[in-house]
């Protein structure tokens, strides 16, 4: 997959807000892919054909996190890599969720990795990204995320990238093993330069628009390429407690 041109803008802010009536046109659609990142929506749907809705519900339920913090971070990290996908033209190759310890805790680890290479030479290019989802959400909380995003250099941390890379070598589709052994190789060439090691803070919250963010984006380096995203959400915790009632409810038998 290649990544997209650039644009020549070495910082990029982003920020979303609901339209009239939107919420009810994406729902349907945002449930199945909070489900879709937690399992496979085909082998969700064996599940069906096998047990009936209920009892399915009942495995894609126990994947997925009941507590609203594990609820809100996890939602920060599908909705972080779906706009990688769709607005970067880096693949977010491995849904990480779906490799949880515990459902309700967190994976440690780079929140979200992007991977590609560019159009001309085909190197590989790399998105290091964090992903923060707060009802309120203030200067500290960007503060550390950016902490995290400059940590090793500001490279992909190498347990993130082995992870990825082992799962991609795991499948059976030789792009996937392409992909997967330039991540791995990547944990001992150390080969891109910064400036093909791009970094996203995506922030969800009930409060905005933030000047923090901003405030961020401004101090960031010049060295590479910087997208800063918020997603502003009145009803923040009311929106994803709604949203993963109706991605946990598969139907009636």
Not at 125 to 137: D, Q, R
Not at 208 to 224: F, I
Request: glycine fraction near 10%; include cysteine.
């Amino acid at each position: 997959m290649q990544r997209h041109p650039r644009t020549g803008q070495t910082q990029v802010l982003w920020t979303y807000v609901e339209k009239g009536g939107g919420r009810d046109q994406i729902r349907h659609d945002l449930a199945e892919t909070i489900r879709s990142h937690y399992d496979r929506l085909e082998r969700i749907a064996e599940d069906v054909d096998r047990l009936g809705y209920k009892l399915a519900a009942k495995i894609l339920s126990a994947a997925m996190p009941q507590t609203p913090r594990g609820r809100s971070g996890d939602l920060g990290e599908i909705l972080a890599t779906e706009l990688v996908e769709e607005e970067i033209g880096l693949r977010v190759p491995v849904r990480r969720l779906r490799y949880k310890d515990g459902r309700n805790m967190a994976m440690r680890g780079d929140d979200f990795i992007g991977a590609g290479y560019d159009g001309a030479g085909q190197k590989l290019w790399l998105l290091k990204g964090e992903a923060k989802s707060n009802k309120v959400l203030g200067k500290t909380t960007v503060t550390n995320a950016r902490k995290v995003l400059d940590r090793d250099n500001g490279r992909c941390t190498p347990e993130s990238l082995l992870f990825v890379a082992n799962r991609l070598l795991e499948s059976n589709d030789s792009h996937d093993n392409e992909l997967g052994r330039s991540l791995r190789d990547e944990v001992g060439l150390k080969s891109p330069r910064a400036g093909r090691i791009d970094h996203m803070l995506f922030t969800v919250s009930g409060n905005g628009p933030l000047a923090s963010l901003k405030e961020d984006l401004h101090a960031a380096g010049a060295n590479r390429h910087h997208y800063v995203v918020n997603i502003h959400i009145e009803d923040h915790q009311d929106f994803i407690a709604a949203m993963y009632e109706e991605a946990e409810d598969l139907g009636d038998d």
